[in-house]
RNA sequence: GUGCCUAUGGUGUAAUGGUUAACACAGGAGUUUGUGGAACUCCUGAUACGGGUUCGAUUCCCGUUAGGCACCCCA
């Protein structure tokens, strides 16, 4: 029995409280106040792309029928498997959280025939996606992608273009070094067909695999490549590739897409071994990689059988989703770290005195009004700690406002880096602090 | 979902089966009444949670939770 533990008076009256802490529930992070600039960043640097490339925003719901990725992704992909959100409502309708954003464009293409606006249709998403894995760093339940599709049609240059505006996101992000890991998944013919002699070529070998390869073997025969067991790695070498396999025309569409590729200077190397966890996939398949990152930064493919699947009308499509966690990470662990773009410079308001204070939301306003971000730190009562705190966030310019100045209509304007100080008229001030960012900027 | 590892103030670390759990940074207050960055003083603040072993647990054991790594899979 722990008698010190049972009359600590502090932990007796955390208990009486009866308030255990709450946590944000497991693999489900919160993204901080001073992770803002990065989101910031990456989200501005979307936009910029997305305009340039003629890309136009879709937001779905996060919710959607769970038969849109038992369908779209497949029933029998680990995504929708394993690791979907899905549940009844109250109404007993069967819904997903949304594992992945492609389906749900797809979805919306069909619902609102927005073939007819554009043909192809060229839009972009970004929101979070729901996967129930087990937590690891670069992983979690719910994370952020940012998605590019092109849909109605066929055309290698949209699987490049694809992969032009992916990489251009990185490249605005001044992102350190990427790669792209290119392979083709042929078509329904040529896929089945290559599934069938990799089959083969592993099951004459069966008793060498290791245990995971054998129980896969049958059902995912492409995981069997990339499988790190050694003896496993030792048969890849002599295995099929997809690439000897490929029908005429997805040979075609491919050599079309890496003379594409290779044109626009795109970092790629063809990588026979890759294959994506979704159904949908056919032909083209990219990964981008940061150089040394642990993970893909962003996949993507064509996907034309989609269309089929949700919808029963084949619309060829293409697309590419960046993990936004990931890249943001990613660009985080650069060394040395990428400069982002610096904010507009800030004015720093301080007042001296309850007068002075209560008059200074009016003042702060009016420059707010006028499109100057003004910071504060009213709560203290001394000049002092306020312009320490001004100090600590690097504002240029702070404006100091106390009795003396309330009485006279002015305000002084000090300069953060030199320390030199004017006085301005109030009704001045909104004049004069524009002039003065503008020069510091 | 499987296996392994980890858990001390806000952050990074230290220590111990036994007085009051240490240090740095951050945060707060102050060092002449209205002027930041340095220095100094003081203050706030932690053994994740729940059990067990023990005279005594932050330390040892078990469970839970969370995080990490590998597998699985993927962005």
């Given at each position: 029995?722990?008698?010190?533990?049972?009359?600590?008076?502090k932990k007796q009256e955390k208990k009486a409280e009866g308030s255990q802490a709450?946590?944000?529930?497991?693999?489900?992070?919160?993204?901080?106040?001073?992770?803002?600039?990065?989101w910031k960043s990456f989200r501005a640097a979307g936009a910029t792309v997305a305009e340039l490339h003629d890309f136009h925003r879709i937001e779905t719901p996060i919710l959607e029928p769970a038969e849109l990725f038992e369908r779209g992704v497949g029933a029998a992909t680990d995504i929708v498997e394993k690791q979907m959100y899905a549940f009844r409502t109250k109404g007993g309708e069967r819904v997903a959280l949304r594992p992945e954003g492609t389906a749900a464009v797809m979805r919306a293409?069909?619902?609102?025939?927005?073939?007819?606006?554009?043909?192809?249709?060229?839009?972009?998403?970004?929101?979070?996606?729901?996967?129930?894995?087990?937590?690891?760093?670069?992983?979690?339940?719910?994370?952020?992608?940012?998605?590019?599709?092109?849909?109605?049609?066929?055309?290698?240059?949209?699987?490049?273009?694809?992969?032009?505006?992916?990489?251009?996101i990185f490249r605005e992000l001044k992102f350190p070094a990427f790669t792209v890991k290119i392979n083709s998944m042929g078509c329904k013919v040529c896929r089945a067909s290559y599934r069938e002699k990799l089959k083969n070529?592993?099951?004459?070998?069966?008793?060498?695999?290791?245990?995971?390869?054998?129980?896969?073997?049958?059902?995912?025969?492409?995981r069997l490549l990339d499988c790190e067991e050694e003896d496993c790695k030792a048969l890849r070498g002599e295995a099929p590739i997809i690439l000897d396999y490929l029908c005429?025309?997805?040979?075609?569409?491919?050599?079309?897409?890496?003379?594409?590729?290779?044109?626009?200077?795109?970092?790629?190397e063809p990588d026979p071994f890759l294959v994506r966890g979704l159904d949908y996939y056919n032909r083209t398949v990219f990964e981008v990689w940061g150089v040394g990152a642990p993970h893909a930064l962003a996949g993507g493919g064509r996907y034309d059988y989609l269309g089929e699947l949700i919808a029963g009308r084949a619309v060829p499509a293409v697309g590419a989703a960046i993990g936004m966690e990931r890249s943001i990470a990613?660009?985080?662990s650069a060394t040395p770290p990428v400069a982002l773009s610096k904010e507009r410079p800030r004015v720093f308001f301080t007042a001296v005195g309850d007068q002075a204070k209560r008059a200074s939301l009016k003042r702060m306003e009016e420059l707010r009004r006028a499109?100057?971000?003004?910071?504060?730190?009213?709560?203290?009562?001394?000049?002092?700690?306020?312009?320490?705190?001004?100090?600590?966030?690097?504002?240029?310019?702070?404006?100091?406002?106390?009795?003396?100045?309330?009485?006279?209509?002015?305000?002084?304007?000090?300069?953060?880096?030199?320390?030199?100080?004017?006085?301005?008229?109030?009704?001045?001030?909104?004049?004069?602090?524009?002039?003065?960012?503008?020069?510091?900027?």
């Open positions: 029995m722990s008698t010190t533990k049972k009359t600590d008076p709450l946590q944000a529930v497991k693999g489900m992070p919160d993204i901080l106040p001073k992770e803002e600039g990065w293409y069909f619902e609102h025939h927005l073939g007819y606006f554009a043909s192809p249709l060229k839009a972009f998403y970004e929101g979070p996606m729901f996967r129930y894995e087990r937590p690891q760093a670069g992983r979690d339940r719910q994370f952020h992608q940012w998605g590019f599709e092109i849909v109605g049609d066929g055309d290698s240059v949209y699987d490049v273009e694809v992969m032009l505006a992916t990489l251009a070529y592993y099951r004459a070998r069966e008793k060498k695999l290791c245990k995971d390869c054998a129980r896969r073997l049958d059902k995912n025969p492409f005429q025309t997805c040979n075609a569409h491919f050599k079309s897409v890496l003379e594409l590729v290779e044109e626009n200077g795109i970092p790629y990613f660009l985080k499109g100057v971000p003004v910071v504060e730190a009213l709560g203290k009562r001394s000049l002092k700690g306020q312009l320490k705190v001004a100090g600590k966030l690097k504002v240029p310019l702070a404006l100091i406002f106390g009795q003396k100045e309330m009485f006279e209509g002015s305000i002084i304007m000090r300069d953060m880096v030199t320390g030199a100080q004017e006085t301005v008229l109030l009704d001045r001030l909104v004049e004069a602090v524009k002039q003065d960012l503008k020069k510091k900027s």
